[in-house]
Nanobody
Framework: QVHLVESGGGLVQAGGSLRLSCAAS????????MGWFRQAPGKEREFAAA????????YVADSVKGRFTISRDNAKNTAYLQMNSLQPEDTAVYYC????????????????WGQGTQVTVSS
């Protein structure tokens, strides 16, 4: 079992930045690929970014490419999502997720999920 807890969400003005954290406990964090997903009001949850267990490979959705960066610190059992140049359309609940094996953008492949953290971007 892996228990994930997101933090770092909040209210920010358009053009601002936030860094989300995902703290993991339980089984060995460094063996899991990590993903960030988001769900805007009235919309389905969508993929934002993923990172391999080592941190050597990352993938960012086209919708946030150039603005969002995913990273991880296996020594701290934590994954991060740095979000820059935030826009109102980035408003959503952001979730981190963990899976064994390689990273993927496919939501159904992830085994463990956090409770989510709200990000609200005002115009």
């Amino acid at each position: 079992q892996v228990h994930l807890v997101e933090s770092g969400g909040g209210l920010v003005q358009a053009g601002g930045s936030l860094r989300l954290s995902c703290a993991a406990s339980g089984r060995t964090f460094s063996t899991y690929a990590m993903g960030w997903f988001r769900q805007a009001p009235g919309k389905e949850r969508e993929f934002a970014a993923a990172i391999s267990w080592s941190g050597g490979s990352t993938y960012v959705a086209d919708s946030v490419k150039g603005r969002f960066t995913i990273s991880r610190d296996n020594a701290k059992n934590t994954a991060y999502l740095q979000m820059n140049s935030l826009q109102p359309e980035d408003t959503a609940v952001y979730y981190c997720a963990a899976k064994s094996g390689g990273w993927t953008s496919r939501e159904y492949a992830y085994d463990y999920w956090g409770q989510g953290t709200q990000v609200t971007v005002s115009s």
